[in-house]
């Protein structure tokens, strides 16, 4: 089957931080995304979880898009300027897709 | 001070408190016991709506007077003024950079409603009445800490980030739309509408908050183990004096307006109480470098305990002494 080459981009952010990256997302052109619950982690700002957390403040969420090649700059542009100041991880891979015109 | 103690040595042993402290050992003895993420949050729903209808039919019931915008409006003072005291306060008592100072100041102009929906409980037990638009003035008090906060860091090098959408998400936070919501319901259905619904929100609230508070225990042990190293000893200080010194400003503001005891106790209780929701999620947005464990920590793992075992007594003993009921 023929496929096609992509870019799959995750961005680990806080929970507070999603409606302002996935504005800035949808704002570089991004068709779509899919946003997932993050269960626990830990990394420089230490560990943490979900469960038993009275705040938003502490949640963390992952938002994750498949874009073209050439639409890369842009995206990584517009997520920057919002997770620039916050704890988070953006990490880009190669992925392929069956139905290019959808990106 | 023998009837502080006796207040005291009641309220620890009155299943509120018991079931806080189940939680909160339970956590720090690494049991698995926890409240589904859902569940707290159907819990939190509950208690919200209760309190805040509750409330709006006092209002209905014993009319409204001038004191209500009096009372807000010292509830919006309190909140502005109390980050100054408390930015003062961690200055001297610790060595706390300006930064997170700021951001744990702000925390303690602005108000826990849990502390407050267990002060009415406390209340209720007593028999002692307060006025019902105290909701309202909780409700007044969440925000205006946050900007004294924002302010504080404006005058050093750095600076916070407001934006249109986070003032949004500050006044109309979901906790704080369900109780004025709720308080408006009760205001406008009145005694009647009580009535219609009392077997719902007003038998089963006890049991709810005692649920509530043994998940509010399990967050602040698990808050306290993660938060450990965090806080120096100036720092713990400051998470039991604070509330004390806010607890006093709250009693001077009840005194001038000529709140009822119970009123008073719960001017004193928002005053002396910190947030561990609606602030922690605006300071991540505006001060994104402030270290969460240093003000969730403080007044999750030490103020609102203090509050709950023995503020709370303290406050209602002061409170009666003061307005002589």
Redesign the interface.
Known sequence: MQTHKAKRVEITI?K??Q??LTDALQGAGVTGYTILPVFGGSGRS???D?????????GMVQVVCIIKPDRMDALLDAAFAVVE???GVVCVTDCEVLRAERF | MTEIFALAAENLISPIVLSFALGLGAALARSDLSVPEAAAKALSIYLLFAIGFKGGVSVADHGVDAKLGLTLLAGVILSALLPLLAFFLLQVLTRMDRLNAAAVAGHYGSISIVTFVAATSVLESRGIASEGYMVAVAAAMEAPAILSALWLISRGEQSGRMDAGLWREILLNGSIVLLVGAFVIGWVTGPEGLAEIDSFIVAPFKGVLCLFLLDMGLVAGRGMQKGRGALGLGAVAFGILMPILGSFAGLAAALVLGLSTGGTVLLMVLAASASYIAVPAAMRVALPEANPSIYLTLSLGVTFPFNLTLGIPLYVAIARAATGG
Do not use: D, F, K, L
């Not at chain 1, 979900?50 to 502490?58: C, D």
């Open positions: 806080e507070v931080m409606s302002r230490g560990a943490w979900r469960t038993g957390q009275v705040s938003r403040a502490e100041r916050h704890i």
